[in-house]
């Protein structure tokens, strides 16, 4: 199976500023997307990145708070913009198109925000 | 809308089976998960079941699906302290073709205490 890591692992930041998230997978996959985990709840979806045209969001994220990139099949970024302490959560992606829409998670990122 | 309901918390003795619940609301997902979440780490798939179903056996995991009371759950046997970690019930919503997404519960907290 793929090897997803992400980058950075845990980051502490300021109110107000950005932090992008990378993904990286070791084989080329068609589906990634976007979870955050808040503390204590379950996962939710933020949105599908799709390779070489603009993300699909969830009802409740849009794309000025939350820039996705896809350059390749293997690569994808999520920006955390103009951030608040509501933003402090676990950012995971994950690959999906396996056998009975299964999807596989990559570490994760812990962000918290002062 | 579509809701995963799961009991929080779950402590059992090592060498003891441990029984995680779920109860799920859309009667039309074709396909559930369990996942499992060590501290610090990313989602691990353990196993999912086809609504056609109503038993998988995986090693030391049992899955059983009452399609009609749309309840699940995950039987671990001979629970060891390695198997403490939080596991997270999931459905797939499907939208239309091959649309869908996973909706996940809250997750329960699994103490195995030696």
């Known amino acids: 199976s793929a090897v997803i890591s992400q980058k950075p692992s845990r980051d502490i930041c300021q109110r107000g500023t950005s932090l992008t998230i990378q993904c990286q997978v070791d084989s080329q996959v068609t589906m990634m997307f976007w979870y955050r985990q808040q503390p204590g709840q379950s996962l939710t979806l933020i949105a599908t990145a799709n390779q070489g045209s603009e993300a699909t969001y969830e009802s409740g994220f849009v794309i000025d708070k939350f820039p996705i990139s896809r350059p390749n099949l293997t690569f994808s970024t999520l920006t955390v913009s103009n951030m608040s302490p509501e933003d402090s959560s676990i950012y995971l992606c994950?690959?999906?198109?396996?056998?009975?829409?299964?999807?596989?998670f990559g570490p994760g990122t812990r962000l918290t925000v002062l | 809308g579509e809701d995963v309901e799961q009991s929080l918390f779950l402590s059992v003795r090592e060498g003891d089976s441990s029984v995680i619940n779920c109860t799920y609301t859309d009667s039309s997902s074709t396909y559930l998960y369990w996942y499992k979440q060590e501290p610090g780490a990313g989602l691990q798939l353990l196993t999912y079941i086809f609504s056609n179903m109503d038993m998988k056996q995986d090693q030391r995991l049992t899955v059983l699906l009452n399609k009609k009371d749309k309840h699940l759950s995950l039987r671990i046997a001979d629970t060891q302290t390695g198997d403490s970690a939080i596991y997270f019930c999931?459905?797939?919503?499907?939208?239309?073709?091959?649309?869908?997404?996973?909706?996940f519960g809250k997750g329960t907290k699994l103490s195995v205490k030696p």
């Open positions: 999931a459905e797939w919503v499907n939208y239309g073709g091959s649309q869908g997404n996973l909706i």
């Open positions: 994950s690959l999906g198109g396996g056998p009975a829409h299964t999807q596989y």
